[in-house]
């Protein structure tokens, strides 16, 4: 039973680097052919600053558009714009 289970989490393991590596060469050869591999995301940022008295206080700054690539996952420091375009409200807690 622990041989099976070792094999499956190898497999899928396996699996996993299978599909980060061509998503990582997908998004390459869209580079190098020049295929639209980025997008943007107008996203807004916003602070909360939690007060002595137990408040907290939003600060929010412009809208800004944020760079991301069209792939499943995040490559070259880039988000994936997927997730980007389902998280456009980012909340920094200070």
């Known amino acids: 039973m622990k041989r099976i289970l070792v094999v499956a ?5 396996a ?6 590596a061509s998503d990582y060469l ?3 050869y869209r580079i190098v052919r020049n295929r639209n591999p980025f997008g943007s ?4 940022r916003y602070y909360a600053v939690r007060k002595k008295n137990g408040k ?3 600060m929010f700054n412009p809208p800004e558009n944020q760079t991301c690539t069209h ?4 490559h070259l420091g880039y988000s ?3 997730y ?6 980012q909340r920094t807690d200070l």
């Open 84 to 89: 980007l375009s389902k998280h456009t409200e």
């Open 9 to 13: 989490a190898l497999t899928l393991s």
């Open 26 to 28: 997908t998004l390459r």
């Open 71 to 74: 792939s499943l996952f995040s």
């Open 80 to 82: 994936a714009c997927w």
């Open 56 to 58: 907290t206080e939003f």
């Open 41 to 44: 995301v107008t996203i807004r």
């Open 15 to 20: 699996l996993f680097a299978l599909l980060y």
